[in-house]
Nanobody, 115 residues
Framework: EVQLVESGGGMVQPGGSLTLSCAASGFRFSDYDMSWVRQPPGKGPEWVSNIQPDGSTHYKIAVEGRFTISGDNAKNTLYLQMNSLKPEDTALYYC?????????RGQGTQVTVSS
């Protein structure tokens, strides 16, 4: 079964850091374009970052320079290192991909940035 499970969210003060994890099962994540998506409270989903099978990475302008996407092939796990967090980064974060033409996403992990 293809599955994505996120962890690592929490509450942090502005300027703080968090690292999110996305454990993949049922497929080898490094073979696919993997994305992090977030949904702020009361708003629609927004793409944050993605990493392609060739290792190239892309970021939403608002997070570029603060967030880093990476993966551990041995653990079949995707990460999102988030530094210099701002209140506007508050959202439900989830990882997503398309496997065999089917969109797959995890349940998400909540990130709250507040003083």
């Amino acid at each position: 079964e293809v599955q994505l499970v996120e962890s690592g969210g929490g509450m942090v003060q502005p300027g703080g850091s968090l690292t999110l994890s996305c454990a993949a099962s049922g497929f080898r994540f490094s073979d696919y374009d993997m994305s992090w998506v977030r949904q702020p409270p009361g708003k629609g989903p927004e793409w944050v970052s993605n990493i392609q099978p060739d290792g190239s990475t892309h970021y939403k302008i608002a997070v570029e320079g603060r967030f880093t996407i990476s993966g551990d092939n041995a653990k079949n796990t995707l990460y999102l290192q988030m530094n210099s967090l701002k209140p506007e980064d508050t959202a439900l974060y989830y990882c997503a991909t398309a496997v065999s033409g089917r969109y797959v996403r995890g349940q998400g992990t909540q990130v709250t940035v507040s003083s």
